[in-house]
Structures are given as structure tokens and as C-alpha cells.
């Protein structure tokens, strides 16, 4: 009978670790990372009312919580492995998956009108052409950004004919209060706030040109515990119900957190954000396309970058919803 001695078993299983194609099982996971934003309301209702923790606790795994500042910090969050769940804009997760952001897009948690070009109350700046040689603030690799390089785009302009100052929102926000800046790639719920405290104005809005809230998940993540990624999504789905049937809820958890009034609450959860879908389809492909091509014209891709094929790959429809 053939027999393996003690060191040849010990051989054999190291090179089961070491050579490429050799199958074996996912460590188990101990911890789920999640981010939350103040720009996915979603998010704030499933961290407030621990669905996540309930739905993990039989199996002893823990939920992580890390608060994304704007789609460019959940994406470096993501793309360095310290969250496994993030939530962006669609046209971002396009871009930094052309960057070789390894994420895949799973789920949508929003149809906002998040973004617009804003300015001072008092500001002379009426147009997208009143830009030009302008001090305007912007977060890179987010869907302000992509919105600005778009507007600009839209009157034959580009970045280089402004003068962009780069900063996060909220201090996109502050420098525009300040006069620092002339205008402001703004995000709900700062842009929001800037309308109601400050008299700020939203000279340039386009609806349509404000890409999906989407949820992605890292690409391993997803391949090592697709069984995961379904219970993770599971668990959203009644969040995103529960926040549609129950608004003065929601809007008590916002303001918990933000502590913006009841007004500027409304304005961003009521006038600008629709919950009314989750599951990434036509309409969320063509929006994140458009954007994705636009920026391939202004420039900001590369003109041999096949970006249907990118978003193709972005896009990962294998995860059911169930309810």
C-alpha cells in the first residue's frame, strides 16, 4: 500500500500554499467592515439600529463601523483592505476601477441630486462660463468632481481653465463661507446646509448628470464569501424599506448624527434623495457609462481605456436580493 511519511505530508501541504491554482479554504471571518457617510442615509439606519450585528451575532462575527468622508475615502479605504463594504458614487467606483481599484459594485442605496455647482449668495457667478480663472473647491475622485469636469466639459471648458482648490467637503464648505474660494463642487448634507444657513447658491444643477448611489464590495471579499455579501445585502434591503416606510425616523437618526436642523434634513432626505431602488440595472449602467465616457472625452481617462468593458467588470449582478 503506498504511504506518505510525516515529512513528505508536510511537504506536500506547503506546496499547496505556495503554488498558484492550488485550491483552499478562505480563512474564516471574524470581522465585517462596513463604512457609513452622511451621504447614504441608508447607511446611518442600518449602523443606528445594529441589523448588521444582529444578523452576524449567531456566528460571532463582529461588525466593524468607519465613517467615509466623500467616494475618494471609501475608495482608498477599500482599495488598502481596511473596510470591506463601501459606499460611492457610481461614476467614482468606474474611475478608481480603471485604476485598478480592485472592487467590484454590488448594490444601489440612492438616486440622489447630491451635487451642484454652488456659490455665495452674493457672488457674481451666474453660469458654468463664470468659472473661468476662478477659484472653485473640489474633492478629486468623487462625484462633485466628475459633475464639475462634466459642467465644465458641457461650455468647452476644463480644469485647466480654473483654479481648482483641493479639499474635502466639508472644508469645501468653509472655504467657500469664507470667501476663500468662488465656488464649490458641493455634496449633500454640507451643500444642503450652505443653502439654508448661509444663503449659498446652486447656479448649476443636472439631475440626470449625478451618478447612482452604490454600494461596492472588495472583489475578494466577494469571491472568498459570496454567502456574506448576500446576508450583508440582505440586511441593507430592510434598511433601505424600513428608512422609505418610516421618513421621521430616518430623519431623527440624520440629525442624531449630522445635528443639522429639520430643514436642511428635508432638503437633502426628502427633496433630493430617492430610495426607491436597489438592485444595479439599465438605468444605474447607462448613467455610470455616460459619466465614464464624458471624462474619457474631457480627458480625465485615457482615450485606450475600453470603459464599457471597465464598467462591465465593475458590475457584479450575482448576488441575489432576498428579502
Known sequence: MFKISRRGLTAALAVSLLVPGVARAADPVKEIRVDWA????VSMVLKDKGLLEKEFEKDGIKVRWVQSAGSNKALEFLNAGSIDFGSTAGSAALVARINGNPIKSIYVYSQPEW????TAKDSRITKIEDLKGQRVAVTRGTDPHIFLVRALQSVGLSEKDIKPVLLQHADGATALKRGDVQAWAGLDPMMAAAEVEDG??????????????ILNVREQFLKDHPDLVQRVLKVYEEARRFSLANYDE???????????PDVVADKQLKER??????????????????????LQQAGVIAANVDVKATLDS???ESVPLTN
Not at 452622511?38 to 442615509?41: D, G, R
Not at 451635487?115 to 454652488?118: E, I, P, R, S
Not at 434623495?273 to 464624458?294: C, M, V
Open 38 to 41: 452622511t451621504y447614504n442615509p
Open 115 to 118: 451635487t451642484a455647482l454652488v
Open 200 to 213: 449659498a447658491r446652486l447656479f448649476y444643477r443636472n439631475k440626470d448628470a449625478n451618478t447612482w448611489g
Open 250 to 260: 430616518e430623519k431623527k437618526i440624520f440629525i442624531s448624527v449630522t445635528k443639522l
Open 273 to 294: 434623495t430617492d430610495l426607491t431602488h436597489s438592485k444595479i440595472g439599465a438605468p444605474q449602467r447607462a448613467s455610470i457609462l455616460a459619466a465614464g465616457l464624458a
Open 314 to 316: 465593475l458590475i457584479d
